[in-house]
């Protein structure tokens, strides 16, 4: 099975090269992907998949049959929305979208699905189960997952993979970490009521911004000395807007922000604890407090198993060399967390980096991938598809 999957991959890297740089060239925003999801729907179509459209708003589904006796389905989701920043490089294929761009690797994502997809069409007499292509929008916003489950795009499956390019991984070599490979990531909003007074009598006042300050300093005073230092929590606060004038004291604070968690329980209690430091020392300056605390995505966490077939099919297609075991998590999310509360999951990290030159990191201007990475994509995961219903109980 393996060399026939990578006879096919070659015959159609060309093709997926040209398939990449057309997505790079019209990228679109998070929940915009319209003329994105045509096209993938049209190359779907024709590698003879059943296509549903306009599943999670702009997401698209290619259900490809197996001709085995195993009625379980496997899933592969990869997403396919850019990001609002103006492209520094100069490709051929560069952006052609003002201000748009594939900087975080999304067109490379979904060339990879379409590539899995077409080498897996031609052996899909040889699958014993079933694959459902997801192609998701609005991962970048944290939406796009939320929408495809609420669309129905869960049921039936049993398992499912999903990939993410990574700069500081070479080209040729797949990224494994099992359990815990992303962080949660949760929204927080901070304001702050106090009293309005001449800035050279705060004494009659009650300063908003001077205990916002008291706010955030113990905010990340008591990560250090409540919680546990094995369990890391990233609290940053990213917006602050108050104050009217330089002799006026403050009556009114807002602050915005971002919390990052690893362990469940952690997680679990961050909402409280958040709550009860802010509201303890507004009370005791008397100003009085609103905490919105909003939940975001869960940890991606890989499923023991399926981590396993990811790791395997990448020894058994590419060498022991190219399989990199990640020693840590990121502290980055990723809504494929959410399909992970239907069912097993497992997330790899693909190689993009070159070897003799700049690799500039996700979400930059200057982000980059070598191509070469796209036929060790597809080939790992086409491969670790077919070993899925093999090793999967």
Known sequence: MLAE????????????????????????????EHQTSAYIAGVLSSCGLNVTEAVGKTGVIGDLAGSGSDSRTLAIRTDMDALPIQEH????????????????????????GLGTAMVLSQLSGKLPGNIRFLFQPAEEIALGA?????????????????????????VRRVGIRYGALTSAADELEIVIQGESGHGARPHQAIDAIWIASQVITT????????????????????????????????????????????????HANLPQWVENIVQGICQTYGAKCQVNYRRGVPSVHNDQILTQII??????????????ILPDPSLGAEDFAIYLDKVPGCMFRLGVGHQNKTNYPLHHPKFEVDEDAILTGVVTMAY??????????
């Open 5 to 32: 999957i990578k006879k096919s991959a070659e015959k159609f890297a060309p093709r997926l090269i040209e398939i990449r740089r057309h997505l790079h060239a019209h990228p679109e925003l998070s929940g915009e």
């Open 89 to 112: 490089l100069e490709l051929d294929f560069a952006s052609r979208q003002p201000g748009i761009m594939h900087a975080c690797g999304h067109d490379v994502h979904a060339t990879l």
């Open 146 to 170: 939320k929408w495809m489950v609420e669309d129905g795009v869960m049921e039936g499956v049993d398992a499912i993979y999903g990939v993410h390019v990574f700069p500081s991984i070479p």
């Open 219 to 266: 905010l990340q005073q008591a990560i250090s000395r409540t919680q546990n230092p094995l369990h890391p929590i990233v609290l940053s606060i990213g917006q602050i807007e108050g104050g009217r004038a330089p002799n006026i004291i403050a009556d009114y604070v807002r602050m915005v922000g971002t919390v990052r968690s690893l362990h469940p329980e952690s």
């Open 311 to 324: 790791e395997t099919a990448t020894r058994e297609a590419w060498g022991d060399d190219s399989v990199q």
């Open 384 to 393: 670790a598809a077919c070993k899925y219903w093999q090793v999967a109980a």
